[in-house]
């Protein structure tokens, strides 16, 4: 007899001949959940992430060798094209594809943050430019936004505090 | 050689990641938000520069860095410009990408239609 779901709080699903309490049905549930496979996972964040970070440094060699820029002066530009690759790609919806496989290997460069924003952007779309595009585009990458300028405001602070004048 | 260490500390920083997402179990806004945490606190005790000298983009392109730029920006405008200087200064080195991101993704918003 197949069971019908009803979603009461505190009702009890008829499964099978079986009576069970939210508790119970839970623990059956999270024995038939797959299992997150923590070290294939970590391998595919590993490589992912580590070609996305070998990727930077080829084009960071590009401006260096070619514009005559220093590192730090090529770190910029070699975010900016970064990013302007992940646009495309997710635009294209490639990159969500890469990030079901790679997992942080994706989403922790700052192609993953350029993925949040424009991957917001595009699908709020339909909520027209300002509420949907303009409002969106910062509901995953703001949280990223507020908690770094909270820190590096703080630690700032104890700098002046301290009276360190910003010497590192 | 630095190729080599730029794949390797950069996958080792998003391995990081996955563990956090994967054993402490956070979303990955709470991944990310902690990552540039990490990367801000790291700059203030002088750690993240000597490993983007070793290791270049590796240690510059994943989000940690981030949280370092924002500090670094607001310490060096301090030091230049005095206390004002840490308002002042947090988006200074962020500015290329955080611009970069905004401008992309609007350009792709209004050109591209949404998958799935």
């Known amino acids: ?168 | 050689m630095i190729f080599l260490w730029a794949f390797l500390i950069g996958g080792l920083i998003c391995v990081v990641g996955q563990l956090m997402m994967d054993v402490l179990k956070l979303t990955p806004a709470h991944t990310m938000s902690s990552l540039v945490v990490a990367g801000a606190v790291m700059d203030a005790i002088g750690w993240y520069d000597p490993l983007v000298k070793f290791a270049g983009a590796g240690a510059s392109v994943p989000i940690t860095s981030f949280g370092n730029s924002l500090v670094h920006g607001a310490l060096t405008e301090l030091q230049r410009d005095g206390w004002i200087g840490v308002i002042t200064g947090i988006f200074d080195v962020t500015s290329a990408g955080i611009s970069a991101a905004i401008i992309f993704s609007f350009l792709a918003a209004l050109v591209a239609r949404p998958k799935g």
């Open chain 1, 1 to 168: 007899m197949p069971a019908k779901a009803k979603n009461k709080p505190g009702a009890r699903v008829k499964l099978n001949h079986l009576l069970l309490t939210e508790q119970e049905y839970k623990q059956v549930a999270d024995q038939h959940k797959p299992k997150t496979n923590i070290w294939g996972n970590c391998l595919r964040a590993f490589l992912v992430g580590g070609l996305i970070c070998l990727l930077g440094q080829c084009i960071q060699q590009l401006f260096m060798t070619f514009a005559d820029m220093t590192a730090r002066e090529a770190a910029s530009p070699t975010v900016a094209v970064l990013i302007f690759i992940s646009v495309v790609l997710t635009s294209l919806g490639v990159y969500d594809k890469i990030a079901q496989w790679a997992g942080a290997g994706t989403a922790v460069p700052v192609t993953g943050f350029a993925n949040s924003m424009c991957s917001s952007a595009i699908e709020s779309k339909a909520e027209g430019l300002v509420l949907g595009v303009g409002a969106n585009m910062f509901k995953l990458a703001g949280s990223v936004i507020v908690f770094g300028v909270v820190a590096a405001f703080i630690v700032g602070v104890i700098h002046v505090i301290f009276g360190l004048g910003g010497v590192h």
